[in-house]
């Protein structure tokens, strides 16, 4: 049998907080990188231009063809007032520890 998804989805749930934990490979089916070569008897201004226009292709990694999306969403039911500074804390919190348990060897 071929399993019809693959994907990991936790809901967790703390008195009026609820946190929900998606984590999911993705992988890309066609990645394409642009490269320019410069014309025959280019000036050295128009080869600048293209090398300008090849780092993009440079710092771009043509290996990639799988990624591991982790998607966290931290919600709070009736919030009391002022206290997005420490939701947002805790969302970094949990996001950080996640990481931690979730490595691509």
């Known amino acids: 049998m071929v ?3 693959k994907r990991l989805d ?3 749930t703390s008195g009026s907080m609820d946190l929900h934990v998606l984590l999911h490979p993705v992988t890309f089916e066609k990645v394409s990188v642009n490269r ?3 014309k025959f008897k280019a000036s050295s201004v128009q080869k600048e231009r293209v090398e300008r226009l090849n ?9 990639l063809r799988h990624a591991l999306l982790l998607e966290l969403d931290l919600m709070e039911v009736d919030p009391p007032q002022r206290s997005l500074d420490r939701h947002f804390g805790d969302l970094q919190r949990y996001t950080g520890t996640l990481r931690n348990q979730f490595t691509v060897q």
């Open 3 to 5: 399993p019809a998804h």
């Open 10 to 12: 936790f809901n967790f």
């Open 36 to 38: 320019y070569t410069p």
């Open 55 to 63: 780092k993009f292709a440079d710092r771009f990694s043509v290996e």
